[in-house]
Every structure is written in structure tokens, then in C-alpha cells.
């Protein structure tokens, strides 16, 4: 009987202790922002060493505590700086120095030698004999063939078909089994002036082949983070027939140059801003965002958009001179990641 009860007092003993950590989190949990129901102010937690370390403490509950503790106790004084820093800057008034940039990837981004000036001499003499240069003299208009890997499924055929609305005057033709150097003699002989093809694995789109005809280049990409257009949350109605504006972000050096006149040679000249559409190609640490939007002027200052569809990210693999040949083709450039991803604060276009 002694034993039974002993057993018993001790189980008790060890419940009260669970309790009461568990009271001395929920306290610590609900005096996080100073007073409590009653108005009064709880103790202020004593300041941590320097040397201290939370992974030191062995007890579970208790570590969880001091954890919490410690999260409040810096969440207090990042807030009690900023109250100071703003009410200084209210005290000086338009004598307070300006607000430091924060340091990010994309402003710390190290210096390419190919970086373009649109001033350049060099750069407007490539640009006049390149081969866009047909395009953005007008002599040539837009005609695109947009097509799909062997036995495409529904997704990638959905994507071209909502690409095909995207991009004005383009057209969907299936493969049916034809490799790419027999369709693009075809191409050119019917005076289509790019090729557009969507590669797929496992059924969803993961590559996109653009192809400028008739002597190129040829760019290809990696495709990720596809959303058609009913996987868009308040998207808008289905775009209409006008040509759209384009908008190309941050093509910066030469090759970046090269790959905005391609995407920018699959569009019309002459917008229909009637349609208040736009097609953005943003290049940001080198991923190529894809968004199309319709936009409305609400006043003079509002401006208000909404998301059309289909959106990816494309990733520059190789460009390509001429057209397609996997072969014998001969490479401008090639993304090799062992040798050219070596900082993060290095980018190519």
C-alpha cells in the first residue's frame, strides 16, 4: 500500500510540474504586447547574456519558453529603434538624410563588360544589320508558327492555344511526327518569320524552342511555374482580338539585347491601345517572367490591371546561330552553370 502510494504522490508531483510550464508559456505567449486584460504591466524579462545559447537548455517546455521570450525581447527592440529613427526624422523635417537603399541580389549585381549604351555607335550599327533589322525597319510584318513536341497532352495544346490569342497573327499546327529540319524549310517557304515550339515532359510543359526565320538565331529556354488560364485567381475575360503593347524589363548587356529583339519581333508594329492590353517579358536575375494584362485608367493617378493569362518563367539554356540544327549548329552562347554560376550577383542578360 506504501509503494501504491508513493507512485501515486509522485505522478502527481510530476503532473503539477507539467502544468505549471505549461501556464509559464501561455503567460509568457499573452504578455507579449505589454499590458494585460487587467492594465497591469508585466515584469520585464531579464536581458540574455551574450554568450547565451537556447540550444544549450536541455528541458523541451522550458527551451520553447525562453525561445519565445527571446523572439518578444528582439521583436520589441526592432520596433523601439524604429519609433526612435522615425522620430527623428520628424524632428529634422526636410533637413533629414534620405532613407538608406536596402542591399539586395539585383543592386549589387557585378559589373558586365557587355552591359549596352543605347549612345553606342557599335551597338547601332549591329542593330541596323542584324537579323531583326528587317523587322524594325518595317519591311517585314510578324507570322508565326506555334507547334508542340511529339504527341503533345492537353496542357501543353492548351498553352498553345492560349499563346495563340496572346500573340496576333500566329498559328497552331500540330508535329505529327515531323522533325523540326524538314518543318522549318516549310516555314520559310510559306513566309512564316518565327517558330515558336513547346517542349513537355511527364505532361507539363518544361521547354520552349523560339526560332526567328529565315537565318535565325534560335534561343533556347527552360519553361517553369506554367499557369494557364483557369488556374488564375480574378483573372479577366479572355483577351480580345487587338494587337497588344509588349513591355521588355531589364535586357541589359548584349546578349539580353539580342533575346528582347526576338521576343519583341513577334509582335506588330503598330498597337491598338484601344485594347488596353499589354505583354510583359520581365528579366530579373536572368529568369524571364511572362505576364499578360489588361489595365484601365480609374483617374488621372489610379491605374487599374488585371491578369489576362497564360503566365511562365522561361531560363535562357543556348542561343543558337541560323536556325535549329542540334548537330552541326553553331553556338553564340551556352548557359554552363560549374563555370558561370559561380556568384549569385553575376547575371548574363
Not at 507539467?18 to 515584469?43: C, F, H, Y
Not at 522533325?179 to 515532359?201: G, H, M, S
Not at 519583341?264 to 529568369?287: K, W
Not at 491578369?307 to 543556348?318: A, D, I, Q, Y
Request: charged share 30%.
Amino acid at each position: 500500500m506504501a509503494k501504491a502510494g508513493e507512485k501515486s504522490s509522485s505522478s502527481w508531483k510530476k503532473s503539477l510540474k507539467r502544468k505549471a510550464a505549461v501556464e509559464e508559456i501561455q503567460e509568457a505567449a499573452g504578455a507579449g504586447d505589454g499590458a494585460t486584460e487587467s492594465g497591469v504591466q508585466p515584469p520585464k524579462a531579464a536581458a540574455f547574456p551574450p554568450g547565451f545559447s537556447i540550444s544549450e537548455i536541455k528541458n523541451k517546455q522550458r527551451r520553447h519558453l525562453m525561445f519565445t521570450r527571446w523572439k518578444q525581447q528582439q521583436r520589441k527592440e526592432k520596433l523601439a529603434a524604429k519609433k526612435k529613427l522615425k522620430k527623428e526624422r520628424e524632428a529634422l523635417g526636410d533637413k533629414a538624410p534620405p532613407k538608406p537603399i536596402p542591399k539586395t541580389i539585383d543592386n549589387q549585381r557585378v559589373y558586365d563588360e557587355t552591359t549596352v549604351d543605347p549612345n553606342d555607335e557599335e551597338v547601332a550599327y549591329d542593330e541596323s544589320t542584324d537579323e531583326f533589322a528587317s523587322y524594325f525597319n518595317k519591311q517585314t510584318s510578324p507570322k508565326i508558327l506555334i507547334t508542340t513536341s511529339d504527341r503533345p497532352h492537353g496542357r501543353t495544346v492548351r498553352l498553345c492555344e492560349q499563346l495563340s490569342t496572346v500573340i496576333p497573327n500566329s498559328h497552331v499546327y500540330y508535329r505529327r511526327g515531323l522533325a523540326l529540319k524538314k518543318i522549318i524549310p516549310q516555314c520559310i517557304a510559306r513566309e512564316f518569320t518565327d517558330l515558336i515550339v513547346i517542349n513537355e515532359d511527364r505532361k507539363t510543359p518544361n521547354g520552349l524552342i523560339l526560332s526567328h526565320l529565315p537565318n535565325g538565331p534560335t534561343a533556347h529556354f527552360k519553361m517553369s511555374s506554367v499557369r494557364l488560364r483557369k488556374e488564375i485567381k480574378r483573372r479577366g475575360k479572355d483577351p480580345t482580338e487587338h494587337i497588344p503593347e509588349i513591355i521588355l524589363n531589364n535586357f541589359t548587356t548584349r546578349l539580353g539585347h539580342s533575346i528582347g529583339r526576338m521576343f519583341a519581333s513577334l509582335f506588330p508594329h503598330n498597337p491598338q491601345f484601344i485594347g488596353r492590353q499589354v505583354a510583359t517579358f520581365h528579366n530579373q536575375r536572368d529568369y524571364i517572367f511572362f505576364r499578360f494584362h489588361r489595365y484601365i485608367f480609374r483617374s488621372e493617378k489610379k491605374v487599374g490591371i488585371q491578369e489576362l493569362g497564360p503566365r511562365f518563367t522561361l531560363k535562357l539554356r543556348s542561343l543558337q546561330k541560323g536556325t535549329f540544327d542540334s548537330k552541326y549548329g553553331e553556338y553564340e552562347w551556352v548557359h554552363k552553370p560549374r563555370e558561370m554560376d559561380t556568384s549569385r550577383r553575376k547575371f548574363h542578360l
